[in-house]
């Protein structure tokens, strides 16, 4: 008889195989290539659907740093072409994107000229993880020197009195959890790259901030939304919380434990209050549910399907779900006409994919998702080692 040990073995060793060929193959493939502006620089914000050519007139500065991690990890797996396009995205980032003094602009125009010069939180916290990724690449001493500016930025322009950082220059509410945990996803990035201890007290102070704020102890929940003070929005259609964030916590503290950090034992109450807000006809999970139980998103996005399936493979003592039904899933999303695109949300009642543009910024979370798959002891294997020919997700 088969052990169970084995059998989970082959499936994990099955999935793999699925997920290099999807990645290093027609993901890659199409991405470096309909993906890359080699005319006017960065990459394109949303491709079409059916046939996967440019279909807004703006990037942004997310997607470019989301990008730069894509084509930095692409490049770890030996992927010919992605180290080029790494540098196109930082050519581009340094370039238009930038406001000087460690700031950096929300958007510009395809041609590259200024657009929304609103300096985000969230954008300049994938700053952060742009740069680190390339630094992981490259060793430039000038990526790091640029963090740090980027966290000076922050310090000197944008500190919370309460807490934390405020949302954006201009000034806007209300306050969110969700750009503070990617600041602390990007210091967590930094921490093996870097001596500065800048990252590391950063980091602490964020996960001070999940404990003091974002956690609900009562509701045993995450919130998303926040007044001035740090106390949950007064405005009740924003009284929500999010499964996908509720995992990707997970995910984070435990990455931070695996540092050397002190964080908050919340991972098995973080995956039950996610499993709350899945539906039950479909198995898959909500985009947003009232703090009572109440649906009030009732689309799945592809990202919170990724942060499933990274926290089943990595964290399988958690009550997240399994795995294996996470890639299922990933599978149905990604099987659609043009091979390297996928379908950006469904109802999570019906499992009616709705088949619009396809946001570049959503490669980031597959590459997330599907890397606890790609890596072997603590290294990605490289391309060459699979046979990239193609993937059977379109057989889903």
């Known amino acids: 008889m088969i052990g169970r040990d084995a059998v989970l073995g082959g499936e994990r060793s099955a999935a793999t195989l699925d997920a290099h060929r999807w990645l290093t193959?027609?993901?890659?493939?199409?991405?470096?290539?309909?993906?890359?502006?080699?005319v006017h620089g960065g990459y394109f914000d949303q491709l079409s659907f059916h046939d996967a050519r440019n279909a807004v007139d703006f990037k942004r500065l997310r997607v470019t740093c989301r990008h730069i991690f894509v084509f930095a990890t692409l490049d770890r797996m030996s992927v010919p072409g992605a180290r080029d396009a790494m540098r196109h995205g930082l050519d581009f980032l340094f370039g238009p994107l930038s406001h000087g003094h460690?700031?950096?602009?929300?958007s510009v125009t395809l041609e590259g000229a200024p657009l929304d010069d609103t300096r985000d939180l969230y954008d300049l916290a994938f700053v952060l993880f742009a740069l680190a990724s390339a630094f992981e690449r490259l060793g430039d001493a000038r990526l790091e020197e640029t963090a740090r500016e980027v966290l000076a930025f922050l310090h000197a322009h944008m500190v919370h009195a309460p807490g934390g950082f405020i949302e954006a220059i201009p000034y806007r509410l209300p306050h969110r959890q969700n750009p503070h945990m990617h600041l602390l996803e990007a210091c967590l990035a930094w921490l093996p790259l870097s001596r500065s201890?800048?990252?590391?007290?950063?980091?602490?102070?964020?996960?001070a901030m999940f404990g003091r704020h974002f956690w609900h102890e009562q509701r045993q929940?995450?919130?998303?939304?926040?007044?001035?003070?740090?106390s949950p929005t007064?405005?009740?259609?924003?009284h929500i919380f999010e499964p996908g964030h509720h995992l990707e916590w997970v995910w984070l503290l435990g990455e931070a434990r695996k540092l050397g950090l002190h964080a908050?034992?919340?991972?098995?109450?973080?995956?039950?209050?996610?499993?709350?807000?899945?539906?039950?006809?479909t198995g898959l999970p909500f985009g947003e549910v009232h703090a009572d139980g109440a649906v009030a998103d009732r689309q799945c996005r592809i990202w919170t399907i990724t942060e499933w399936l990274r926290v089943g493979l990595e964290r399988p003592d958690v009550p997240a779900g399994s795995w294996q039904d996470a890639f299922g899933h990933l599978k149905a999303f990604l099987?659609?006409?043009?091979?390297?695109?996928?379908?950006?949300?469904?109802?999570a009642r019906t499992y009616a994919f709705a088949s619009g543009h396809v946001p570049a910024s959503s490669l980031y979370?597959?590459?997330?998702?599907?890397?606890?798959l790609l890596t072997g002891q603590d290294k990605l294997v490289s391309a060459n080692q699979y046979t990239a020919v193609g993937s059977s997700f379109n057989d889903a």
């Open 197 to 207: 201890p800048a990252f590391r007290e950063q980091a602490d102070e964020l996960i």
């Open 234 to 238: 007064s405005d009740p259609l924003r």
């Open 365 to 372: 979370h597959i590459v997330t998702g599907l890397l606890p």
């Open 264 to 281: 908050p034992d919340l991972d098995h109450a973080l995956a039950r209050r996610a499993r709350h807000g899945f539906a039950t006809e």
């Open 335 to 347: 099987n659609v006409p043009v091979e390297g695109l996928w379908h950006e949300t469904c109802d």
């Open 102 to 106: 460690g700031a950096f602009r929300r």
């Open 221 to 230: 929940c995450l919130f998303e939304y926040f007044d001035a003070d740090w």
């Open 25 to 38: 193959g027609p993901a890659a493939a199409l991405w470096l290539d309909a993906g890359v502006d080699r």
